[in-house]
């Protein structure tokens, strides 16, 4: 069965993964990007960071946990994602997600992929799955992510990815 490797953010104030995620069968690694981590870094997400957090993972998938709210997985969720990126062959798997507040909660569907769309602001939510094999491709057909992106490393490889 396909592994996969966890890249998160270990900023101060940053909401930590839920365990299940970090304990999971299927995440072989887990990589982490701050100031004090695996990964040193004055922001998240930086083509260095990004590039070097690639170079690490040994993952046949990649799960990118993106700096926003509380991740609380749903019943085999890294399951049906990575069942999705390999029906699929995608590059990127991303889902709806639930939001918590309080006593209440809300859908959050997200919109899905369109060819072409270059838009900053594009909602993955805050877990998204990689395909090592996309990322090796695009590696291989654009080169890497440059190292002195400050702030669009994550922007550069889903770009790159959309491509092909």
């Known amino acids: ?37 695996d990964i040193p870094a004055g922001s998240f997400l930086t083509g260095r960071a990004l590039g070097q957090a690639l170079d690490r993972a040994r993952g046949d998938y990649i799960l990118l946990c993106l700096p ?41 569907p997200l919109i899905d992929y369109q060819t072409g769309s270059i838009r900053d602001t594009f909602d993955f939510g805050s877990l998204v799955l990689i395909s090592r094999r996309a990322i090796d491709d695009t590696r291989s057909k654009f080169g890497d992510i440059p190292e002195d992106l400050n702030w669009g490393a994550w922007y550069d490889l889903r770009l790159r990815i959309s491509v092909d």
């Open 68 to 108: 926003g709210g509380e991740v609380l997985p749903g019943s085999r969720m890294l399951e049906r994602m990575l069942q999705v990126a390999e029906d699929s062959a995608a590059g990127i798997v991303y889902s709806d997600f639930r939001d918590i507040g309080g006593d209440q909660t809300a859908d959050h």
């Open 1 to 37: 069965m396909a592994k996969i490797t966890l890249l998160k953010t270990a900023f101060p104030g940053a909401v930590p993964l839920d365990g299940r995620i970090d304990s999971h069968p299927l995440v072989d690694g887990i990589i982490s990007i701050g100031p004090q981590a």
